[in-house]
């Protein structure tokens, strides 16, 4: 196990602990299954006392910031509220967009409706901002870059949902009759936290974290790009 946490590691020091976290695995713990993994559960035994400073998603990959001070828990919490903090996600999505760029400003509102999903609701919803960049195109999906400006629940899922571009293996969000079949397919929700820009709590430099992209995710892009495997 202590070889595979090396491999998620990103960054640490006394302050912060950044890690690529890998699909499937939970920020917090499941309140009716308290025995499921979870970060702290699995990375605390290892690196001590972790705070956590953000969420992603159980089936979302990529860099995920902790703590390892309540001072720098502190220090990230600000940033955090003061939306100083700047997040990169790449997703496959579903379709090809008209648009180049777009920035999609609908508001949310969580828990909208049975199945507990966020919904586009104008009467009670909260600002909510994504700015959405097309990367690459191909056979029926497309390749975002995507900055949330704020930080509402599924915000990212939701917007493009409405839209009409689920990601790709959103189960929640995703058209239920969806029969596209891929070359290879990904696991897991196509949606990963590639890069988070903070300023650090002691030094208040500027520092930029990258995760890779999960191996089956980067599999499918080699293989769409190629059209080979191998």
């Given at each position: 196990?202590?070889?595979?946490?090396s491999?998620?590691v990103?960054?640490s020091?006394?302050h912060?602990?950044?890690?690529?976290k890998?699909?499937?695995?939970?920020v917090l713990?499941?309140?009716y299954h308290p025995e499921i993994?979870?970060?702290?559960?699995v990375l605390e035994?290892?690196f001590g006392?972790l705070w956590?400073?953000?969420r992603l998603d159980?089936?979302?990959?990529?860099?995920?910031?902790?703590?390892r001070t309540?001072?720098a828990?502190?220090?990230?919490?600000?940033?955090?509220?003061?939306?100083?903090?700047?997040?990169?996600y790449?997703?496959?999505?579903?379709?090809?967009p008209?648009?180049?760029e777009m920035?999609?400003?609908?508001?949310l509102r969580?828990?909208?409706d049975?199945r507990?999903?966020?919904?586009?609701?104008y009467?009670r919803g909260?600002?909510?901002m994504?700015f959405c960049k097309?990367?690459?195109?191909?056979?029926?999906?497309?390749?975002l870059?995507?900055?949330?400006?704020t930080?509402?629940?599924?915000?990212?899922?939701a917007?493009?949902?409405?839209l009409?571009h689920p990601?790709?293996g959103d189960?929640?969000?995703g058209f239920r009759d969806?029969?596209m079949t891929?070359?290879?397919?990904?696991e897991h929700?196509?949606?990963?936290?590639l890069s988070?820009t903070?300023?650090?709590?002691q030094?208040?430099?500027?520092v930029?974290f990258?995760?890779?992209?999960p191996l089956?995710?980067?599999n499918?892009?080699?293989?769409?790009?190629?059209g080979?495997v191998?």
């Amino acid at each position: 196990m202590e070889n595979e946490l090396s491999k998620w590691v990103i960054y640490s020091d006394e302050h912060l602990l950044v890690i690529n976290k890998p699909p499937g695995l939970r920020v917090l713990p499941d309140g009716y299954h308290p025995e499921i993994e979870h970060v702290r559960a699995v990375l605390e035994p290892h690196f001590g006392r972790l705070w956590i400073v953000h969420r992603l998603d159980k089936e979302t990959s990529g860099v995920l910031l902790l703590a390892r001070t309540a001072g720098a828990h502190r220090s990230l919490n600000l940033q955090f509220d003061r939306h100083s903090v700047e997040k990169i996600y790449h997703a496959l999505i579903l379709g090809v967009p008209a648009w180049e760029e777009m920035t999609i400003d609908f508001p949310l509102r969580t828990n909208g409706d049975r199945r507990h999903r966020t919904v586009v609701d104008y009467k009670r919803g909260k600002t909510a901002m994504t700015f959405c960049k097309r990367l690459e195109t191909f056979a029926g999906c497309t390749l975002l870059s995507i900055q949330p400006k704020t930080g509402r629940t599924h915000q990212i899922r939701a917007h493009l949902a409405h839209l009409g571009h689920p990601i790709l293996g959103d189960r929640l969000y995703g058209f239920r009759d969806e029969k596209m079949t891929f070359s290879l397919s990904i696991e897991h929700i196509a949606l990963h936290a590639l890069s988070l820009t903070v300023d650090h709590p002691q030094s208040g430099k500027r520092v930029c974290f990258e995760a890779a992209y999960p191996l089956d995710f980067d599999n499918w892009l080699r293989i769409s790009r190629t059209g080979m495997v191998g």
